[in-house]
T-cell receptor
Framework: KAGVTQTPRYLIKTRGQQVTLSCSPISGHRSVSWYQQTPGQGLQFLFEYFSETQRNKGNFPGRFSGRQFSNSRSEMNVSTLELGDSALYLC??????????????FGSGTRLTVV | QKEVEQNSGPLSVPEGAIASLNCTYSDRGSQSFFWYRQYSGKSPELIMFIYSNGDKEDGRFTAQLNKASQYVSLLIRDSQPSDSATYLCAVNARTNAGKSTFGDGTTLTVKP
């Protein structure tokens, strides 16, 4: 069974630019969550999409946005990049059921560097 | 107070010993509890999840949950050098199944 695929693996952008990251979840998983990981802040929740709807949102500014397509693939976008946006962005796929979240399978991540 | 707190570490144990990792959480409504392992330069991978009070065993790993005391722990028996990694505790609220809140992680080193 294919894992979670994130593209691209690495990105270098300039302040003020925008960036789009992509995530393909495990087949059959309808929930896709995005996290930002930095050495100082750890794993911070960005948002979760379930069946094309944003179901949860973290405490990030509006420059961070996302969407999910009918095939469950998800994209996140960051506009007007700032140096502090440099981080590892992780996509997490899960089979959320009536019992709740059964745990994430993470993609390999996109390492974003803003210069 | 952080929502999910873990021992700051680092934790070092000799090969073959039991490693004990602890995690406390602040939301009494939390429903699901997870342990992830993250090797340096890699993404986190799920080790175990636990929903009910008590112990849950999977091979050399045992997760323990005490909702009254709001803590969850992970025991690694017969620790191996390959267990050296950062261990992340994650918690889901009852009303928010789609969002996991992570602790900062505890770095474990198993010395041969």
């Amino acid at each position: 069974k294919a894992g979670v695929t994130q593209t691209p693996r690495y990105l270098i952008k300039t302040r003020g630019q925008q960036v789009t990251l992509s995530c393909s979840p495990i087949s059959g998983h309808r929930s896709v969550s995005w996290y930002q990981q930095t050495p100082g802040q750890g794993l911070q929740f960005l948002f979760e999409y379930f069946s094309e709807t944003q179901r949860n949102k973290g405490n990030f500014p509006g420059r961070f946005s996302g969407r999910q397509f009918s095939n469950s693939r998800s994209e996140m976008n960051v506009s007007t990049l700032e140096l502090g946006d440099s981080a590892l962005y992780l996509c997490a796929s899960s089979a959320t059921g009536t019992g709740g979240n059964y745990g994430y399978t993470f993609g390999s991540g996109t390492r974003l560097t803003v210069v | 107070q952080k929502e999910v707190e873990q021992n700051s570490g680092p934790l070092s144990v000799p090969e073959g010993a039991i490693a004990s990792l602890n995690c406390t959480y602040s939301d009494r409504g939390s429903q699901s509890f997870f342990w992830y392992r993250q090797y340096s330069g890699k993404s986190p991978e799920l080790i175990m999840f636990i929903y009910s009070n008590g112990d849950k065993e999977d091979g050399r790993f045992t997760a323990q949950l005490n909702k009254a005391s709001q803590y969850v722990s992970l025991l690694i028996r017969d620790s191996q050098p390959s267990d050296s990694a950062t261990y992340l505790c994650a918690v889901n609220a009852r009303t928010n199944a789609g969002k996991s809140t992570f602790g900062d992680g505890t770095t474990l080193t198993v010395k041969p």
